[in-house]
């Protein structure tokens, strides 16, 4: 019931009230700052006359200029780390199942996800083969790295469920 009498009153006289602000005078704008009026233009010939002669002071003056700049010396902070170089050795990929989509070439250090799953795949069936060692030598990586990997990094076992018997149900 509070909402109808409140609606009543908000509605009332609207068009008036709408009419009269519209007619209102519209507020004057800020006066606008001076501008420096633009010199004489760019074709003028007095100004391209004065930009093609020479003015002899200002030769003499950059003439008795001399830069001399050199690079300072490059500090290399050696923090215990390996210092990042420009070109890294690179090692071609074991798989290749998308031909022109996959990577052809992948840092040494560094490997793929498709191949992180195949040697967690060849670990995981036959472990006596695929050692930690023989995994860090095939694929470049520290023997660490791999240790890590192989117990930590464990790949998701699918099992498919026969369908059960609505019968034995």
Not at 50 to 66: C, G, M
Not at 78 to 96: A, C, H, N, V, W
Request: overall charge neutral; aromatic content about 6%; glycine content about 4%.
């Amino acid at each position: 019931m509070g909402a109808r009498v409140t609606r009543a009153f908000r509605n009332f006289n609207v068009e008036s009230r709408a009419i009269r602000e519209i007619s209102k005078n519209k507020p004057t704008s800020a006066p606008r700052h001076s501008v420096a009026r633009p010199g004489p233009l760019p074709d003028d010939p007095e100004i391209q006359e004065e930009i093609r002669e020479k003015n002899d002071k200002l030769l003499a003056l950059l003439k008795e200029v001399y830069v001399d700049s050199r690079d300072p010396p490059v500090q290399v902070k050696d923090e215990g780390g390996i210092i990042p170089s420009k070109q890294q050795e690179y090692r071609l990929t074991k798989l290749g199942h998308l031909r022109n989509l996959d990577i052809p070439s992948i840092p040494k250090g560094k490997i793929s996800v498709v191949e992180i799953l195949t040697l967690l795949n060849n670990h995981k069936l036959s472990p006596q083969t695929w050692t930690a060692e023989k995994i860090a030598e095939e694929y470049s990586i520290d023997l660490k790295e791999v240790t890590s990997l192989l117990e930590f990094f464990i790949p998701f076992a699918v099992e498919i469920f026969p369908p059960k018997d609505r019968n034995a149900l």
